[in-house]
């Protein structure tokens, strides 16, 4: 039971009031721990300075958390791709033109969910800066106790968040310290804040836990050391792209002659990545022989999620609303649960699964409801006449099917989630740890570098493609990126991919580029005009002045 383990400190040692830290310019942000007596003793630094901040990886609002909600970090990553379209359908889904806006990367300079997003990654840097202020104190009265651990972790917690940050708006303000003032905001480079996480990550690592973060125990939820290596991986691979101040120029930088100093050697990009990818390896990962079992109801078992977020529906708040707001209404009431009858695979997904073709990627099956639905007995479910049964018609999904035969049906939905029938809250509030990082990423971002390199990744790629019984493929970066799309879908990394390979920013279907739109402006977010507004120093990405 997860109820055994220390993952539950996270709800019980809640920093009180830290969420009080909601404007992401405050002069003076503080939240109402009493802190005469927060950080007495090593236990109570652990929990109020080190644990409390793990509630702020999943969420159970808007724009919160990395993935389980809506309208932040993994939407922003999901419906701006070729991967997903949330189609307008009559009066749902239009939402004053949000999701045709993501899609047609037409979404502002003043959006909402893009402002919501960077106050909640700022939150949680704050947050992980007052940590680092505590543990620093505590540790200047108290020489003789060895709190090294606790800031190595919160230090790597930060890291993963300024990750985020820089990748989805560029050019950042770097805040060290939690008592912040509007004065002293600069914006960095983008390279400058891509150096600063590589190196804190690297830092940090040797110093962090080995144990596996997505299996119940102590490290239960939290940042090992096998979770910043993924993290290093991560930045090495798109090193080209994070490397870049001026990305609207189109000349990147080469990543064989960006380089990296790792344990003593010096190493270009691609031989970075595939260092950090090796070391994940040999700490055991391996993929798991049934695909499935990484997305199943109790998922903690499983020999290749590296980084999760934990749930349980009966002790966590965390949220998961994408099998919810995916289903029809009726598929979901059929399984005694809600939907909102959304989200939906686009027409390049489907061509790249190959769907309706003798050779259909075995994997879809695994991602998509189509054709027919039923219920969890096998039965068929039916529409609201009692007698027309529900089909799913991917080929007919669309920016806007207001009118159209297909308004309700159309599109192949999310599945890739095993479903639980005794889920909470319309099925919201489940027991399926949501999958941040795993193993098969891995192996796919080891095959990738080393063909960046010059070398051969067939048998990383084959190795992936293998476990699901999928015919052999030569690791070319055409077919690289097809299979992140394959292996990956519905996770959250479409956008990320299509960015480095060059690919974001092309016409698609129900999609035309925009106006100056090769130039890659739109491979960023733009900062808020709120946050512009409080700070005259701060300057606008290119492309959205």
């Known amino acids: 039971m997860k109820t055994q383990y220390a993952f539950i400190f996270l709800l019980l040692f809640l920093l009180p009031g830290a969420t009080s830290c909601s404007k992401f310019l405050e002069e003076d942000p503080r939240d109402s721990l009493d802190e005469s007596t927060a950080y007495e003793t090593l236990q109570q630094l652990f929990q109020n300075g080190v644990?409390?901040?793990?509630?702020?990886?999943?969420?159970?609002?808007?724009?919160?958390?990395?993935?389980?909600?809506?309208?932040?970090?993994?939407?922003?990553?999901?419906?701006?791709?070729?991967?997903?379209?949330?189609?307008?359908?009559?009066?749902?889904?239009?939402?004053?033109?949000?999701?045709?806006?993501?899609?047609?990367?037409?979404?502002?300079?003043?959006?909402?969910?893009?402002?919501?997003?960077?106050?909640?990654?700022?939150?949680?840097?704050?947050?992980?800066?007052?940590?680092?202020?505590?543990?620093?104190?505590?540790?200047?009265k108290h020489p003789n106790e060895d709190t090294r651990i606790y800031t190595a972790e919160v230090q790597a917690l930060r890291a993963m968040f300024y990750y985020y940050t820089m990748d989805l708006f560029g050019n950042i303000p770097l805040l060290l310290t939690s008592d912040v003032h509007v004065s002293d905001i600069r914006q960095q480079n983008r390279s400058q804040t891509f150096r600063f996480i590589f190196n804190e990550l690297q830092e940090a690592a040797p110093l962090l836990s080995k144990e596996r973060s997505n299996q119940p125990g102590v490290y239960y939820g939290r940042m090992t050391q096998p979770t910043a290596h993924f993290?290093?991986?991560?930045?090495?691979?798109?090193?080209?792209?994070?490397?870049?101040?001026?990305?609207?120029?189109?000349?990147?930088?080469?990543?064989?002659?960006?380089?990296?100093?790792?344990?003593?050697?010096?190493?270009?990009?691609?031989?970075?990545?595939?260092?950090?990818?090796?070391?994940?390896?040999?700490?055991?990962?391996?993929?798991?022989?049934?695909?499935?079992?990484?997305?199943?109801?109790?998922?903690?078992?499983?020999?290749?999620?590296?980084?999760?977020?934990?749930?349980?529906?009966?002790?966590?708040?965390?949220?998961?609303?994408?099998?919810?707001?995916?289903?029809?209404?009726?598929?979901?009431?059929?399984?005694?649960?809600?939907?909102?009858?959304?989200?939906?695979?686009?027409?390049?997904?489907?061509?790249?699964?190959?769907?309706?073709?003798?050779?259909?990627?075995?994997?879809?099956?695994?991602?998509?409801?189509?054709?027919?639905?039923?219920?969890?007995?096998?039965?068929?479910?039916?529409?609201?006449?009692?007698?027309t049964p529900l089909v799913y018609e991917p080929w007919q999904v669309g920016i806007d099917l207001s009118g159209s035969a297909y308004e309700q049906t159309a599109g192949a939905r999310m599945k890739k989630y095993e479903v639980d029938k005794n889920a909470l809250k319309d099925g919201k509030l489940i027991n399926n740890d949501i999958v941040l990082f795993r193993y098969a990423d891995v192996l796919l971002m080891l095959s990738e570098a080393k063909v960046r390199n010059g070398e051969n990744g067939d048998a990383e790629l084959n190795e992936v493609r293998g476990r699901v019984g999928a015919a052999p493929r030569t690791a070319t970066l055409e077919n690289l990126l097809a299979e992140r799309q394959l292996e990956l879908a519905w996770e959250g990394w479409r956008r990320q991919d299509m960015i480095r390979f060059g690919t974001f920013t092309r016409s698609y279907s129900f999609r035309p580029q925009l106006e100056n739109e090769a130039s890659g402006f739109t491979t960023v977010f733009p900062i808020p005009e709120k946050i512009l507004e409080m700070n005259e120093t701060m300057k606008q990405n290119p492309g959205y002045e």
């Open 231 to 387: 993290l290093l991986a991560k930045l090495a691979l798109n090193a080209e792209v994070y490397a870049d101040d001026l990305w609207t120029d189109a000349d990147r930088p080469d990543g064989k002659q960006l380089f990296f100093d790792v344990e003593g050697s010096r190493l270009n990009a691609w031989e970075t990545a595939e260092y950090y990818c090796r070391q994940i390896a040999a700490a055991g990962y391996t993929l798991e022989p049934d695909y499935t079992l990484n997305f199943a109801i109790f998922n903690e078992s499983s020999q290749e999620n590296i980084f999760v977020i934990p749930m349980d529906k009966t002790l966590y708040t965390n949220q998961f609303i994408y099998l919810f707001r995916s289903r029809h209404y009726n598929h979901a009431k059929a399984y005694g649960l809600s939907g909102e009858n959304g989200s939906s695979a686009t027409p390049e997904a489907l061509e790249t699964f190959g769907y309706d073709t003798p050779d259909t990627d075995p994997r879809f099956d695994f991602c998509y409801f189509a054709g027919p639905v039923k219920d969890l007995d096998g039965n068929p479910v039916l529409l609201d006449d009692g007698q």
């Open 51 to 140: 644990l409390s901040l793990y509630n702020h990886i999943g969420g159970y609002s808007d724009s919160q958390g990395l993935q389980g909600t809506g309208r932040g970090v993994y939407d922003l990553n999901t419906f701006t791709t070729d991967e997903a379209i949330m189609p307008t359908r009559g009066a749902d889904w239009y939402d004053g033109g949000f999701w045709q806006g993501l899609y047609l990367h037409r979404w502002g300079v003043n959006n909402d969910a893009i402002h919501d997003t960077w106050e909640y990654l700022y939150r949680a840097i704050i947050l992980c800066n007052k940590s680092l202020e505590a543990i620093q104190s505590y540790a200047q």
